[in-house]
T-cell receptor, first 110, second 112 residues
Framework: GQQVMQIPQYQHVQEGEDFTTYCNSS?????IQWYKQRPGGHPVFLIQ???SGEVKKQKRLTFQFGEAKKNSSLHITATQTTDVGTYFC??????????WGAGTKLIIKP | SQTIHQWPATLVQPVGSPLSLECTVE??????LYWYRQAAGRGLQLLFY??????ISSEVPQNLSASRPQDRQFILSSKKLLLSDSGFYLC???????????FGDGTRLSIL
């Protein structure tokens, strides 16, 4: 079936270092959404990308949607302790049902 | 504004007991509703979704069932819980079209 692959599964960084997570789909997506789940919490919607090649920024977070609408990335510049959590991408096709990536857990090294 | 309520927050049940988790949404009509399960440290597994009253689609065959008796009420049930049913259960709603999903606080279910 349709899948969205997300890598890496975990990323350990020192506070202040950058973080990136990648999502890839075997088929063209209508849109891609990004969510953040804090430890012990529920996923919270961050952003939606719809257009080919779209780039959106939220403070230190940069989201990209590939030209072919099959891949996406989330980059965090200069991570802070408040960034800790698991980041999920979720893509959809014309039926609007989301296909979730497995998530990337951001861990800040002490 | 729209809100989603999910309860209870935690639940400990013996193997073989029944289950009923309830989710309600306020401030919107005709939402798409979803039940997910998340194992510890893992991703989201879609269990059921509903596009309207009485309309339930099951994504994974299992001993769980879902019902939508009212437009903004979504219930997850089981007649006999298994150890493998342990996990974090999340309810979510979405408006029509390319809208994000909004999640409830979740229920942590432990089966003993």
């Amino acid at each position: 079936g349709q899948q969205v692959m997300q890598i890496p599964q975990y990323q350990h960084v020192q506070e202040g270092e950058d973080f990136t997570t990648y999502c890839n789909s075997s088929t063209t997506l209508s849109n891609i959404q990004w969510y953040k789940q804090r430890p012990g919490g529920h996923p919270v919607f961050l952003i939606q990308l719809v257009k080919s090649g779209e780039v959106k920024k939220q403070k230190r977070l940069t989201f990209q949607f590939g030209e072919a609408k099959k891949n996406s990335s989330l980059h965090i510049t200069a991570t802070q302790t408040t960034d800790v959590g698991t980041y999920f991408c979720a893509g959809s096709h014309s039926n609007y049902q989301l296909i979730w990536g497995a998530g990337t857990k951001l861990i800040i090294k002490p | 504004s729209q809100t989603i309520h999910q309860w209870p927050a935690t639940l400990v049940q013996p193997v073989g007991s029944p289950l009923s988790l309830e989710c309600t949404v306020e401030g919107t009509s005709n939402p798409n509703l979803y039940w997910y399960r998340q194992a510890a440290g893992r991703g989201l597994q879609l269990l059921f979704y509903s596009v309207g009253i009485g309309q339930i689609s099951s994504e994974v065959p299992q001993n769980l069932s879902a019902s939508r008796p009212q437009d903004r009420q979504f219930i997850l049930s089981s007649k006999k819980l298994l150890l493998s049913d342990s996990g974090f259960y999340l309810c979510a709603w979405r408006g029509q079209g390319l809208q994000p999903q909004h999640f409830g606080d979740g229920t942590r279910l432990s089966i003993l």
